[in-house]
C-alpha cells in the first residue's frame, strides 16, 4: 500500500503565496507521473498540474505562469508553489500519483493515489 501525505494547505489574502507539499510513501518501486488537482464547491475536480518522471509539466490554462509544480524523485515528494492567489483558487487541492509496487515475489503492479486533500482559502 502506498499513502500519500499533504501539507501547505492555509488561508492567505488575495495576491499572496503558498507551497503545498505530497510525500508518498509505502511499498514504491518507482513513481511515474504526479500532480495535483483541485475541486472547488459544487464544481468536478480538476487537474492544476502535472510533472513526470523525466520532469516534464503540464499546467491548467488558469494558473500558467503564477503555479509551478517540482518534485524530488529521491524524497517521493512533488511540491506546487501558488503565486498571485486569487479568490477562484480556493478549493480543496489533492495531490495523485501514479505508481509502480513490487510484491515480495517480484510481481509489479501500477495504481493511482489520492492524499486526503488539503484546504485552500483565498480571501479578497
Known amino acids: 500500500q502506498v499513502q500519500l501525505v499533504e501539507s501547505g494547505g492555509g488561508l492567505v489574502q488575495a495576491g499572496g503565496s503558498l507551497r503545498l507539499s505530497c510525500a508518498a510513501s509505502?511499498?514504491?518501486?518507482?513513481?511515474?507521473?504526479m500532480g495535483w488537482y483541485r475541486q472547488a464547491p459544487e464544481k468536478q475536480r480538476e487537474l492544476v498540474a502535472a510533472?513526470?518522471?523525466?520532469?516534464?509539466?503540464n499546467y491548467a490554462d488558469s494558473v500558467k505562469g503564477r503555479f509551478t509544480i517540482s518534485r524530488d524523485n529521491a524524497k517521493n515528494t512533488v511540491y506546487l508553489q501558488m503565486n498571485t492567489l486569487n479568490p477562484e483558487d480556493t478549493a480543496v487541492y489533492y495531490c495523485?500519483?501514479?505508481?509502480?509496487?513490487?510484491?515480495?515475489?517480484?510481481?509489479?503492479?501500477?495504481?493511482?493515489?489520492w492524499g486526503q486533500g488539503t484546504q485552500v482559502t483565498v480571501s479578497s
Open positions: 509505502g511499498r514504491i518501486f518507482s513513481i511515474n507521473a
Open positions: 495523485n500519483a501514479n505508481v509502480m509496487s513490487s510484491t515480495p515475489l517480484g510481481y509489479r503492479y501500477t495504481r493511482d493515489y
Open positions: 510533472i513526470t518522471s523525466g520532469g516534464s509539466t
